[in-house]
């Protein structure tokens, strides 16, 4: 079965660091770039960005560009996102998701999300 | 940061047919092709559509879409109450170095 998994839920405070991950299995995960996507507290869907494992390129929405960072470990098929300092309005649900150059790269696989909480 | 416009609401009864709108411009919709997801309450996106209108492996016929220039629509025939969740339009964007934008988002509401 092709699937994403996200690490735990989050919760830390405001300037603190934090490293979020997303396993890839079922598939060849150097294949296919990951993209993250941020979903604030009964708000919509953004994107923050791709990578692609094979070697880490990586694509960043001016919006996140300079507060997130990508990274990807193809050893043990693992993307992660990232953040150096934490701020209350990072709360939010962070997804990563597969894009598929065979359906006009059109995410197709989701992980489950992970929730992140910042407050002091 | 959505550039992508949609309706926030829209219902129907059950077995009726309903109607999605994404408004974009020439250097998303206009230019790329359409994607739409939905969100069911409390879970991750799933994919609904690609290439403005193809359904993936596992996507109902009840789930049809078109494009016409800068906007796109999604309907939903034979409206069922498993339907009742968030509906996104998404393209990529030219005009701001491959970026990817998602609509605002329409809530469906199965009455």
């Known amino acids: 079965e092709v699937q994403l998994v996200q690490s735990g839920a989050e919760v830390k405070k405001p300037g603190e660091s934090l490293r979020i991950s997303c396993k890839g299995s079922g598939y060849s995960f150097t294949s296919y770039w990951i993209t993250w996507v941020r979903q604030m507290p009964g708000k919509g869907l953004e994107w923050l960005g791709r990578i692609d494992p094979s070697d880490s390129y990586t694509s960043y929405s001016p919006s996140f560009q300079g507060h997130v960072t990508m990274s990807a470990d193809k050893s043990i098929s693992t993307a992660y996102l990232q953040w150096s300092s934490l701020k209350a309005s990072d709360t939010a649900m962070y997804y990563c998701?597969?894009?598929?150059?065979?359906?006009?790269?059109?995410?197709?696989?989701w992980g489950q999300g992970t929730t992140v909480t910042v407050s002091s | 940061q959505s550039v992508l416009t949609q309706p926030p609401s829209a219902s129907g009864t059950p077995g009726q047919r309903v109607t999605i709108s994404c408004s974009g411009s020439s250097s998303n919709i206009g230019t790329n092709y359409v994607f739409w997801y939905h969100q069911l309450p409390g879970t991750a996106p799933k994919l609904l559509i690609y290439?403005?209108?193809q359904r993936p492996s596992g996507v109902p016929d009840r789930f049809s879409a078109s494009k016409s220039g800068t906007s796109a629509s999604l309907a939903i025939s034979g409206l069922r109450s498993e339907d009742e969740a968030d509906y996104y339009c998404?393209?990529?964007?030219?005009?701001?170095?491959?970026?990817?934008?998602f609509g605002t988002g329409t809530k469906v509401t199965v009455l």
């Open positions: 998404a393209a990529w964007d030219d005009s701001l170095s491959g970026l990817y934008v």
């Open positions: 290439r403005n209108n």
């Open positions: 998701a597969r894009q598929t150059p065979n359906l006009e790269n059109a995410l197709d696989v």
